[in-house]
């Protein structure tokens, strides 16, 4: 089937009069091709008239309905194209969401109203293997490895911060070093996830001068809180989870310590969606 016996179709659906269409642009045999491939008569024909059968009804409203999308599809390409109108596939770890990325898509709907964007909250190491295989356009996750396939770029940074049971005898009041905690169960996050994470967060305990007794080892935030709120164990975790949780722990700020707490926004080189170029023009 072919483009142009469609447009036969809907010319002679329109003047509903073989002579006078066959005369200007030689249908009748386009038509009869037509419906010998569909197995169907569209036009129901005698001496005095000719009208769209049943099926020739529906046909007319699907090929019509047809050519008005591929029109659009025309006007829109250069848009898409120009990164203007899209779709773009974004990661992000779970504190992206209460800090920067909310702010980064508003700004990408302010300016590209027509980038249609898909969100998944993923582990970092999930999508790193998701940015590999094409599953993302741009992720935003802790630490990534060096790779010389993808470009990266620190995007957002904050302090790291003691967080403990409501109930616990040390608060901002009376803390002075993380050795005060050097006997506590710690949760961590898992090695798995991300080796060069886990050992940021390990040097904070080495810079105190302990290793830390593991209790628990989990990579989500809210997971966390919920542990040390039940008194399973404390941790560190990211000052910014202070001003969305209503769990019942206590937050310590860590500011004088010399690691920061880093999101990476990570994108393949390779990647030709022209909407991510115009993200990054944002990021």
């Not at 508003?106 to 027509?114: F, I, P, R, V």
């Not at 500011?255 to 994108?267: C, N, P, S, V």
Request: glycine residues 4%; charged residues 25%; aromatic residues 10%.
């Amino acid at each position: 089937m072919e483009l142009r016996q469609l447009r036969y179709f809907l010319m002679l659906a329109h003047e509903l009069h073989f002579r006078r269409a066959a005369d200007k642009l030689a249908l009748t045999k386009q038509i009869q091709v037509l419906e010998a491939e569909l197995g169907e008569i569209l036009f129901d024909r005698n001496k005095r008239n000719v009208r769209l059968s049943v099926a020739g009804e529906y046909f007319n409203t699907e090929i019509t309905k047809f050519f008005e999308q591929l029109e659009k599809s025309k006007n829109e390409i250069k848009q898409i194209e120009m990164g203007q109108k899209g779709e773009l596939k974004i990661g992000y770890v779970g504190s992206c969401i209460h800090t920067f990325l909310p702010k980064l898509l508003g700004d990408l709907h302010d300016k590209y109203s027509e980038i249609h964007t898909y969100l998944s909250e993923m582990t970092s190491a999930s999508q790193l293997l998701a940015v590999q295989k094409g599953e993302l356009d741009i992720a935003f996750l802790r630490n990534p490895p060096p790779n010389k396939r993808f470009k990266q770029r620190n995007v957002f940074q904050e302090n790291f911060a003691l967080v403990l049971p409501k109930n616990h005898w040390l608060d901002a009041t009376n803390f002075q070093s993380l050795t005060q905690v050097a006997n506590e169960k710690f949760i961590l996050p898992t090695k798995t996830d991300g080796e060069i994470y886990h050992i940021l967060q390990w040097s904070i305990y080495e810079d105190a001068g302990f290793s830390p007794k593991i209790s628990h080892e989990t990579v989500h935030g809210y997971t966390t809180l919920k542990l040390v709120e039940n008194n399973l164990g404390i941790s560190l975790i990211l000052i910014s989870f202070e001003r969305v949780t209503n769990t019942a722990v206590k937050f310590i700020e860590l500011r004088d310590i010399a690691q920061k707490a880093e999101i990476t926004a990570l994108w393949n080189l390779q990647n030709t969606n022209p909407s991510l170029r115009r993200f990054l023009e944002i990021v």
